[in-house]
Structures are given as C-alpha cells and as structure tokens.
Nanobody
Framework: VQLQASGGGLVQAGGSLRLSCAAS????????MGWYRQGPGKQRDLVAV???????NYGDSVKGRFTISRDNAKNTVYLQMNSLKPEDTAVYYC???????????WGQGTQVTVSS
C-alpha cells in the first residue's frame, strides 16, 4: 500500500490546517491509520490514529484541538488541526497498519510550520 500525504504548510498561531492521507488501497479493514509527527531534534510521536470501528486515539498535546476522520469511499484519512501552536511545528507522517501487514506502512512527510 502507498500513502500520499498533503495539506501541510505555513500558518500563524491560532490558525487551522487540514491534512489528508490518501491510500492506494481500501482502508475499510484496518488495524489503525493516522498521523505521527517529528519536530526538529525530537522523536516521532503519536498525533492521532483511527481504527476500523472508528475508535480514535490522540496524543495528549493535541487533544481538544485536532480531529481525525476517515472517508472509506476515498481511501483517505483527514486530520483537522485547529488552534495551532508553534510547538505543533513538525513533519507530519501518515501511517497505516492492516490485518495482513507485518509492519506499519508510512507515507512521505508533510511539513507543518506554525509561526508565532
């Protein structure tokens, strides 16, 4: 499976962005799909993931500000990011894990920069 991420960019603090991650195959049956991020000099951390049943899990720093959603017809997962902060600046990576996968698949990163 291939993942194509888009939607990153430069935004002022308090602004919003929506990231998209389009998969080359069906996402109806997944273990999880979502987003991680890696800031300069930092490890890659969970942002948000969603399961086939619609259960979501968010990183503590984004709870209440970010929302993950899924459109199975478009094989796409979205990340709506509101009330952005400079500390949200990072490269955001899309990932997927399906029952048939031995490991996670990752897309190319998309840069999100939040200016103060």
């Amino acid at each position: 499976v291939q993942l194509q991420a888009s939607g990153g960019g430069l935004v002022q603090a308090g602004g919003s962005l929506r990231l998209s991650c389009a998969a080359s195959e069906s996402i109806v049956s997944i273990n999880r799909m979502g987003w991680y991020r890696q800031g300069p000099g930092k490890q890659r951390d969970l942002v948000a993931v969603i399961t086939s049943s619609g259960r979501t899990n968010y990183g503590d720093s984004v709870k209440g500000r970010f929302t993950i959603s899924r459109d199975n017809a478009k094989n796409t997962v979205y990340l709506q990011m509101n009330s952005l902060k400079p500390e949200d600046t990072a490269v955001y990576y899309c990932m997927i894990n399906r029952p048939q996968d031995r490991y996670d698949y990752w897309g190319q990163g998309t840069q999100v920069t939040v200016s103060s």
